[in-house]
């Protein structure tokens, strides 16, 4: 059993399907979990900003996405087809939905919403898989994939998608399904996180018992660093589930941190592979660890902010001060990228969203005085060294400089 995930990017435009159709008619796999086509996901966001702000634009935003879709199956499969008339529908019910009021709830909403760019994707590979003459089986995520109702980051209800899962498992021929997609016991759609159809992936490797997984991605595998950053990027062409896990934590993009567990938990190996050169070995990911620290990777992540905060009256910023304050990132959803605590002051970063931000300044203002540096970039170098050190600092000032034995982290303006 093999399970595969072709992301947004390899679906993109008529052409794109064709190179996917083509890829597994050359590599078959038996599951396969899709993204939305292309920017749809942020496309689909702006339709729910609309939506929920009762904005004139609303109708614009839908046609938009209606005629990105049509075009492409139009392309593919003709006028009058059934591919169509599928689409059509799933048209009318977003239809009816952005007629109806929003929910009061944001992220209710959004799920409600947001999903159907998973829906259509699918349903448009899937019509031109039949057409290439592939024996295939469309799956509504919403219907397997059980959740929580914890809306725009729902987690996942184990058994229950085990159990809904099976029955279609021992059936012939592909499977072809949506990440990031699921539902809740109240019947209402659900999504997993941005970028969380990895995620998706590898619970079904794992419940399906599967012999490993393939991310199809635009990169030739995982590479030591973003070549749109960095000269001379060089492929992990083989590392640990650890070493991986590690890499997307520090914000390498490549694979949604969250994918990971389930596959190490059973020894699932993880490739991940070019959908544009598809007979390339890409990167295995697996339990093997000799080949981790051979080569620097670095991560750089843009538009940090970095936040010194102080005690106002000289306490010490001890163990009990520091769980009031973790309690407040918490609660505020503040993810924190890097942490150093002095004495009496504690020095945090983090990415940059306005808002959060000020409820922290707010939350705090009375107890601590602060100072805040904001579009640093945080660099995070694994298996570094001092040449690859000063590669990345060249003559950039350095607000923060912290090392462990692995990885050495950079706060720089
Ligand atoms: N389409 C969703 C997103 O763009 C899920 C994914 O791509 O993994 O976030
Ligand atoms: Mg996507």
């Not at 300044?361 to 995070?380: I, S």
Request: with cysteine; aromatic share 10%.
């Amino acid at each position: 059993m093999k399970v595969y995930k072709f992301g947004g990017a390899s679906l993109q435009t008529a052409g794109s399907i064709r190179n996917v159709v083509s890829i597994l008619q050359k590599y078959p796999a038996d599951v396969v979990v899709v993204s939305a086509m292309g920017k749809m996901t942020n496309a689909f966001e702006e339709l729910v900003e609309s939506y929920f702000h009762h904005r004139p634009d609303l109708q614009g935003k839908f046609d938009r996405i209606k005629d990105y879709h049509m075009d492409i199956a139009r392309e593919l499969f003709g006028d009058n087809s059934q591919g169509i008339l599928d689409l059509e529908k799933l048209f009318s019910a977003i239809s009816e939905r952005l007629q109806k009021v929003p929910f009061v709830n944001y992220d209710k909403t959004y799920d409600q919403v947001v999903p159907y760019g998973e829906m259509l994707s699918s349903t448009i590979l899937y019509h031109y898989l039949k057409q290439e003459g592939f024996h295939c089986q469309w799956l509504d995520a919403t219907e397997i994939v059980h959740t929580d109702d914890n809306f725009r980051e729902a987690h996942l209800e184990v058994i229950k998608t085990q159990e809904n899962l099976k029955p279609t498992l021992h059936t012939d021929g592909l499977k072809l399904t949506q990440g990031f997609i699921g539902g809740c016991k109240e019947g209402y759609m659900t999504t997993l996180g941005r970028e969380g159809s990895d995620y998706t992936a590898a619970v079904i490797a794992v419940f399906s018992g599967a012999e490993d997984v393939t991310i199809w991605k635009d990169v030739p595998g995982l590479l030591n660093a973003d070549p749109r950053h960095f000269e001379k990027t060089q492929i992990l062409s083989h590392i640990s589930y650890h070493e991986a896990v590690e890499l997307a934590f520090y914000g390498a993009k490549v694979i949604h941190p969250k994918t990971i567990k389930p596959l190490q938990n059973y020894h699932i190996p993880m490739y991940v592979r070019s959908f544009l050169e598809p007979d390339k070995p890409g990167s295995l990911i697996d339990s093997a660890t000799e080949w981790d620290d051979n080569i620097t990777s670095y991560i750089v992540k843009h538009n940090q902010v970095l936040l010194t905060l102080k005690t106002m009256d000289f306490s010490f910023m001890a163990e009990d001060h520091l769980h009031h304050l973790y309690g407040l990132f918490n609660k505020l959803g503040i993810k924190l990228n890097l942490m150093q605590n002095s004495a009496i002051t504690l020095s945090v970063c983090f990415d940059k969203e306005e808002e959060k931000l000020e409820s922290l300044l707010r939350a705090v203002e009375k107890t601590h005085h602060f100072k805040y540096n904001e579009g640093v970039d945080l660099v995070t170098l694994r298996h570094y060294n001092p040449e690859s050190i000063q590669r990345v600092i060249l003559n950039r000032k350095v607000l923060i400089d912290q090392r462990n034995r692995m990885t050495a982290q950079l706060v720089m303006e």
